[in-house]
T-cell receptor, first 117, second 111 residues
Framework: DTEVTQTPKHLVMGMTNKKSLKCEQH?????MYWYKQKAKKPPELMFV???????INESVPSRFSPECPNSSLLNLHLHALQPEDSALYLC????????????????FGDGTRLSIL | TQLLEQSPQFLSIQEGENLTVYCNSS?????LQWYRQEPGEGPVLLVT?????EVKKLKRLTFQFGDARKDSSLHITAAQPGDTGLYLC???????????FGQGTELSVKP
């Protein structure tokens, strides 16, 4: 069982819909991440939150809008997505993302499988 | 630019065989992490190596970090069908938690 919980597990939406992906962790981690993963490929970093503040945005299109309401929750708001946005969206957390944050293991959720019609 | 070259990308072997997966870079990493991902699940951390020359063992899996901290290898002894999955190496360079992933190795172990 993963300690990072993502909902929903599957999501099908049209290009004009608005939906949100949710991620929750209760390990006391202060860094949280959103990744996009295509089949058989490595995860691609989208956003990093450190102590509830956005610290890294990897030039992600504005149709993806992250939100960190508190230290345990991370949301990804979706609007006007394109078919090429269909992918597995992974959330991860780590103890921190500070100077040595990269040395700390990232704990991944099982992802949300997103399909854009 | 792919900073971490992982090979092979695909590997299909028989149960009981040994295999090695390599991750190579021209850049130095502060640490390197290995993950395994099964279909329908997120990546699961196997090990983190931090010190140049470090060797870590996890049952039949042996991980090595190069002396210069630019490369790493994963060796599996007597592979089992349960080892099947996508193996990912990921290097850290003290950039706010950002990991540089290799392309992944899709391993299939046939009984």
């Amino acid at each position: 069982d993963t300690e990072v919980t993502q909902t929903p597990k599957h999501l099908v939406m049209g290009m004009t819909n608005k939906k949100s992906l949710k991620c929750e962790q209760h390990m006391g981690h202060r860094a949280m991440y959103w990744y996009k993963q295509k089949a058989k490929k490595p995860p691609e970093l989208m956003f990093v939150y450190s102590y509830e503040k956005l610290s890294i945005n990897e030039s992600v299109p504005s149709r993806f809008s992250p939100e960190c309401p508190n230290s345990s929750l991370l949301n990804l708001h979706l609007h006007a997505l394109q078919p090429e946005d269909s992918a597995l969206y992974l959330c991860a957390s780590s103890r921190s993302s500070g100077l040595l944050g990269g040395n700390q293991p990232q704990h991944f959720g099982d992802g949300t499988r997103l399909s854009i019609l | 630019t792919q900073l971490l070259e992982q090979s092979p990308q695909f590997l299909s072997i028989q149960e009981g065989e040994n295999l090695t997966v390599y991750c190579n870079s021209s850049s130095v990493f502060s640490s390197l992490q290995w993950y395994r991902q099964e279909p329908g699940e997120g990546p699961v951390l196997l090990v983190t190596v931090v010190t140049g020359g470090e060797v870590k063992k996890l049952k039949r899996l042996t991980f090595q970090f190069g002396d210069a901290r630019k490369d790493s290898s994963l060796h599996i002894t007597a592979a089992q069908p349960g080892d099947t999955g996508l193996y990912l190496c990921a290097g850290a360079r003290n950039q706010g938690g950002k990991l540089i992933f290799g392309q992944g190795t899709e391993l299939s172990v046939k009984p």
